[in-house]
C-alpha cells in the first residue's frame, strides 16, 4: 500500500506541491498524470523518501518513508525518470550490487537476477556498461533493478521513455501481470499510457490534485484526452490524431523539480 498524507513542497515562495492526500491499496494500478513540470516527479521523490517534504507524511507498506525508511525500502522498488546512475558498471553487476546490498541471500539473489533478466529482456547486454547501452535499454535495467527484491509496491517515474513501440508493449504486459499481486504508481505524461494501463488516475497540475478515481470515471468516450486538456487549462483538445503528450507545465515548477532530481540523484549515488 502507498499512502500519501498532505504532502506539500515549497521552495521559497513557489508551491511545488500543495497537501496532497491519496492511498493505494494492493493489486491496484495507478497512473499520476499531468503535464510536464505539474509536481510528479516531486511527489515520486517525497513518495519514495529521496526528498522530504515541506508538510505531511508519504508511507510504503504501513512504514514512514522517512522516519523508517529501510522498512520501507524493504516493499519498495523504485524506478526514476533517468534510470540507472551507476554508468561504468554492466547490468549484471549492477544487480549483484543491488542485491548484495539488499543482504538477499546468494541463491534467491542468483535465481532473482536470472528471472529479472528474462523479464526485462536483457540478455543481450548484460555484460555492456550500462553507460554504452541505448536509453530503452537503460530504462530496462532501471527496471530490473526495481523488481529484483520483488517488492510488494512499485513507483516508476516516466519508465517507457526512451522505449520503441514493441518495448513499450512489452511493458504494458508486464505492468498488466505486476498488477495482479502489486501495488504500483506510474507517473507519466502520455495519455494513452494511462489508458492502457492503469485502473486508476491521480490527475494534477502546478502541484494540485485534480481528480482521484476510477479511468472510466475522468474519461470521455473512452479517452482522456478533451478532460485532461479541460481540467489542466490546456484549452480545446487537439483534434484527431492530434499529440497524445501532455505538455505546458510551468517553467518554474519544472526548475523545482529538477532541483529535486539533482539533489535526489546525489543523496542515492551517495546513500
Not at 37 to 53: F, I, S, V
Not at 122 to 135: A, F, N, Y
Request: with cysteine; net charge negative.
Amino acid at each position: 500500500m502507498i499512502e500519501a498524507r498532505g504532502l506539500s513542497k515549497y521552495y521559497g515562495p513557489f508551491v511545488a506541491v500543495e497537501n496532497i492526500s491519496f492511498v493505494i491499496p494492493q493489486g491496484q494500478v495507478v497512473a499520476f498524470l499531468g503535464p510536464n513540470g505539474a509536481g510528479k516527479t516531486t511527489m515520486m521523490r517525497m513518495l519514495t523518501g529521496y526528498l522530504a517534504p515541506s508538510a505531511g507524511s508519504g508511507a510504503i507498506a504501513g512504514h514512514d518513508v522517512l522516519g523508517d525508511r529501510i522498512a520501507a525500502s524493504r516493499h519498495l522498488g523504485y524506478l526514476p525518470e533517468n534510470g540507472p546512475i551507476y554508468p561504468d558498471m554492466t547490468p549484471l553487476e549492477l544487480l549483484r550490487f543491488f542485491g548484495e546490498a539488499r543482504e538477499l541471500p546468494a541463491e534467491r539473489l542468483k535465481t532473482r537476477i536470472e528471472d529479472v533478466i528474462d523479464l526485462c529482456a536483457l540478455e543481450l547486454v548484460v555484460e555492456k556498461p550500462i553507460g554504452k547501452l541505448s536509453r530503452g535499454y537503460r530504462q530496462r535495467v532501471g527496471m530490473a533493478q526495481a523488481l529484483l527484491h520483488d517488492p510488494a509496491v512499485l513507483i516508476m517515474d516516466e519508465p517507457t521513455a526512451g522505449l520503441d513501440p514493441n518495448q513499450i508493449r512489452q511493458f504494458r504486459e508486464n505492468i498488466q501481470r505486476l498488477g495482479r499481486t502489486k501495488t504500483l504508481l506510474i507517473s507519466t505524461h502520455i495519455l494513452h499510457e494511462a489508458e492502457a494501463v492503469a485502473d486508476r488516475v491521480l490527475l494534477v497540475n502546478n502541484g494540485r490534485l485534480l481528480f482521484d478515481g476510477p479511468v472510466d470515471e475522468l474519461a470521455e468516450g473512452g479517452s482522456l484526452e478533451r478532460p485532461f486538456y479541460r481540467l489542466t487549462g490546456g484549452g480545446a483538445a487537439p483534434g484527431d490524431g492530434g499529440e497524445d503528450h501532455a505538455s505546458g507545465g510551468e517553467p518554474a515548477q519544472e526548475a523545482a523539480e529538477a532541483e529535486a532530481d539533482a539533489g535526489a540523484e546525489k543523496e542515492e549515488a551517495t546513500g
